[in-house]
């Protein structure tokens, strides 16, 4: 039994060796991830709008020239159309190039700047955000085709020891050498094995589809091979929760959450303030009512003052209910933090515990695998029962199956402390 395992595991391992010349490592695939992302892609076009709104809020501080015209006419006085000088004419019009420049707008136009300002790094920070969450699913997808190619190879692995069994005993039955209960039990496992395996073959191509997709080609697509889900994790530093909010953009964020609601506030008390524009203007206007005479150039300077008096105490109000927002908003930052620090406290001991799982995994794995190798020598040899060949077949697979589990559970243990430290 151990020869046909070894030949086994040498087979799989050769395949493995011939596939690598179209390996595809965890780095490569997060990178062909990121760059197909149409989420990613939206972020950042959010981004660049943001980027592009700032720029326009900018040019509220700089002049505006807008070329104005306006005509009229009178429509019961249709016959007064082409008067002598001096009698009225029906009709009128006006054509001015003005220029204006708002000189105190009671900081609307300051703090509408700085809100876009606001704007477009939140949506940075949601470009990172955003990045975060996609290599953390892209280590899930990887991972998970990782561990169901491994589960499929377990279950071929398991397929043929039973197989094996069946070959001997289906002989001996034959010779009538050993009892039809003996070779119905291996029967019934054979096709149990089989049936696992076409389910361990209908996860993995599930797991494949779903690789693909995520990076943007056809389901069906052949998949170059991936690293194999026993792979060791490399050690990494644990940070303190003070390190890890300087890494988190949804900490960040927060602080311009803040600093935004006090902007808003201001913007929306500017309103109650003071406010002063100049323009310049020129052009050509009949006069009103038209009298037919020579329509000349006339330049225009002009100033704009409005000082609000009274409005009932809207002010205070507004300001009452705009302090209002920056609290509910300084409290949502601690509710950030409070987050962050369970996702970091759950990722350090989901590795700690998940490593300790696989050291027991693989211990139970090698005492499955001598148990099994016992219990059918001894069953070959006329010293065990059929009921203890099949209990060491079924503990042999379950190990496995654990220790695949484990596996993948340190690997998305590791991704999620990645994720949690923003790395």
């Known amino acids: 039994m151990k020869i046909k395992i070894l030949s086994f595991i040498l087979l799989g391992f050769s395949l493995n060796v011939a596939a690598q010349e179209d390996f595809m490592s ?76 708002p000189l105190y707008a009671g900081g609307a136009i300051n703090t509408k700047y700085k809100l876009a300002k606001d704007n477009e790094e939140l949506a940075q920070l949601s470009v990172e955000m955003t990045l975060d969450q996609i290599i953390y699913q892209s280590d899930s997808y990887y991972w998970n085709a990782s561990a169901a190619y491994a589960t499929l190879k377990s ?60 990076m943007g080609i056809t389901p069906d697509a052949v998949v170059d091979s991936l690293s194999s ?26 602080f311009i959450d803040i600093r935004k609601s006090e902007t808003q506030r201001k913007a929306a008390l500017s309103q109650y303030n003071p406010q002063v524009s100049m323009y310049v203007a020129g052009g050509w206007a009949t006069m009103t009512p038209n009298m037919g005479y020579d329509v000349k150039f006339t330049p225009i300077v002009g100033l704009n003052v409005s000082i609000p008096i009274f409005r009932w105490g809207a002010r205070f109000k507004t300001s009452r209910e705009q302090k209002a927002y920056i609290g509910i908003q300084k409290l949502q930052q601690t509710t950030v933090i409070d987050n962050i620090n369970e996702e970091l406290s759950a990722a350090i001991t989901n590795m700690t515990e998940t490593k300790l799982q696989v050291t027991a995994a693989e211990e139970t794995m090698v005492i499955a695998e001598e148990n099994l190798d016992l219990v059918t020598y001894s069953y070959n040899e006329g010293n065990a029962s059929m009921v203890d060949v099949l209990s060491s077949q079924l503990s042999w697979i379950q190990a496995q199956t654990n220790l695949i589990n484990a596996q993948f559970s340190e690997k998305m243990a590791l991704a999620a402390y990645r994720k949690a430290i923003s790395e």
């Open 26 to 101: 965890l780095e490569t695939y997060r990178e062909r991830v990121e760059a197909y992302s149409q989420v990613l892609k939206q972020q950042k076009l959010k981004a660049m709008g943001s980027m592009e709104a700032r720029k326009a809020a900018h040019t509220g501080y700089l002049p505006q020239v807008d070329l104005v015209g306006d005509g009229t006419i009178n429509l019961r006085e249709l016959d007064a159309w082409n008067e002598p000088v001096g009698n009225y004419r029906n009709y009128t019009y006006k054509g001015q190039v003005v220029v204006s420049q």
């Open 155 to 214: 279950t071929e692995m398991y397929n043929a020891i039973v197989k094996s069994q069946y070959d001997i005993i289906n002989e001996r039955f034959t010779l009538g050498s050993i009892s039809r209960i003996d070779f119905l039990m291996i029967s019934t496992r054979l096709k149990e094995a089989e049936l696992q395996l076409i389910k361990a073959r209908q996860n993995y191509t599930l797991a494949l589809q779903k690789l693909n997709i995520l």
């Open 229 to 254: 889900i026993n792979t060791a994790c490399q050690p990494v530093a644990i940070l303190s929760l003070d390190e890890v909010l300087e890494k988190r953009p949804e900490y960040a964020s927060t």
